[in-house]
């Protein structure tokens, strides 16, 4: 049977709280940010929330549910429907029109209900929200909260007769995730500060520049590409999804001047040939001075790897400075890529991935520590002792309709710290690549410069 700390990591893997630095509402800086509501997202998470919220409580004393708006309705509909006590609904305010109920949903004078809350903080919301049932003649002597930051509202509800009923409070989070390896100790202890009241201290992260990361480095690919970005004052890397040699030379021979790589996926190039295609793609690279990066997404055991990387008919260990790879075959699958530098795949772009939180850390672990790993592709801020690829940058659009996921120049820079952009169409698809590829250049090269 699944135990309650189980639960909390599949609830966590969802980015229900997140740890850094966040200004609340009440304008206090807080070294953790909670957030349930993607809870609701995920149908048997919320039916087994449902159910741990039902067995703390004396199911009889109730008549009716309700949720505190909005974050704790899909939580009382889940109570609802396991425990088959209807379920009342109460509106953030009346409507303006029609009845003008604040209250919806079938209840009698008299009855008592069970208030359900996401999150209690100082307790101000629901000391707003009983009122406003009780005035319907309905008692509230319950209330079953998600989770308690233990800042004073549980205590502060109890004194005035509630019951107060929690799954979780942050310090039972906090020892749950330390033991999984998820929360460092530096965070645990700005934490504990938080709640003791004392002043927390914030390490205020700063971004490196090239010429920092330069000296820190020590794989010979990312040197180069440091290099080239710093003599070329580009950080742009062009994806060049097309589907023939004349069009992949052809891009080649348009943005080269601007970009610091050119990533491929060679392998959908219909009349692929090693002497038509790669040769004189190696030249133009040479040329035009900037690296080829196979975004094969290797993803297999090193034995595997290590075969589609050195033969067949795309010989990529002969031609590409660096290839993309997944981080799931763990530590050893990362040894067979020797001639070029490993771009770890720790997050993807499209709406949806299954990459979630505890898939970017262990994968970033293993990206930290691995000689031949010299970045990673993520949405998200990585470490410093890496290269941040970030994909999905456009200037033009938020999205695409089909679940990818924009971001500008600016804000990979200045808030996720990325080293190097990658885009895709929005230089192919241009009606001028040379002029797009430009464009982007120069972006990139001042969100870089402001960011510092």
Not at 160 to 173: C, Q, R
Not at 202 to 223: L, V
Not at 269 to 287: C, G, Q, S
Request: aromatic share 8%.
């Amino acid at each position: 049977m699944e135990t309650k700390k189980q639960f909390f990591l599949e609830c966590y893997q969802l980015g229900i709280i997140k740890f850094g630095k966040f200004t609340l509402k009440s304008g206090i800086e807080s070294p953790f940010y909670v957030d349930l509501r993607p809870l609701a997202s995920d149908p048997k998470i919320l039916k087994h929330l449902a159910n741990y919220l039902l067995e703390m409580l004396p199911l009889d004393n109730f008549d009716v549910i309700c949720g505190v708006p909005y974050a704790a309705l899909p939580m009382a509909t889940a109570m609802s429907l396991e425990s088959y006590i209807p379920l009342i609904i109460k509106r953030k305010e009346a409507k303006s029109y029609g009845t003008k109920k604040l209250i919806e949903g079938i209840y009698k004078k008299g009855q008592n209900c069970l208030l359900v809350e996401d999150v209690i903080t100082s307790g101000k919301s629901l000391l707003e929200t009983i009122p406003e049932i009780e005035n319907e003649g309905i008692t509230v002597s319950d209330i079953v909260v998600v989770l308690d930051r233990q800042q004073g509202g549980k205590e502060m509800l109890e004194e005035k007769g509630y019951n107060v009923h929690t799954l979780f409070n942050i310090t039972e989070v906090c020892e749950m995730l330390s033991e999984e390896n998820l929360l460092m100790d530096d965070e645990i202890a700005r934490i504990k500060d938080f709640l003791e009241g004392n002043i927390v201290k914030f390490e205020k992260r700063t971004r490196k520049s090239y010429e920092e990361k330069n000296k820190e480095t020590q794989h010979h690919i990312s040197q180069k590409l440091i290099n080239i970005a710093i003599a070329k004052k580009s950080n742009l890397i062009a994806s060049a999804d097309v589907l023939t040699t004349s069009e992949l030379l052809s891009l080649a021979e348009k943005v080269g001047p601007n970009i610091v790589a050119l990533k491929t996926h060679i392998d959908i190039i219909t009349d692929f040939d090693y002497e038509k295609t790669i040769v004189p793609l190696l030249e133009i690279a040479k040329r035009h001075d900037f690296l080829l990066m196979e975004d094969r997404k290797f993803a297999d055991i090193g034995n595997t790897q290590e075969l589609q990387y050195s033969y067949g008919i795309y010989r990529i260990s002969s031609w590409a400075d660096l290839v993309t790879s997944q981080v799931i075959g763990g530590y050893a699958a990362m040894e067979y890529f020797l001639n070029s530098g490993i771009v770890a795949i720790l997050g993807m772009s499209s709406k949806g991935t299954l990459t979630d939180n505890h898939y970017r850390n262990e994968a970033e672990k293993i990206a930290i520590e691995h000689p031949n790993i010299i970045g990673g592709v993520c949405q998200n801020e990585i470490s410093d002792s890496l290269l941040l690829f970030t994909p999905g940058v456009n200037l033009a659009t938020a999205g695409d309709g089909k679940g990818q996921q924009y971001n500008t120049p600016e804000h990979v820079f200045k808030n996720l710290h990325s080293d190097f952009i990658i885009v895709g169409r929005g230089i192919y698809k241009a009606d001028d690549a040379e002029k797009a590829s430009l464009e982007y250049k120069i972006a990139g090269w001042n969100a870089y410069l402001a960011s510092l």
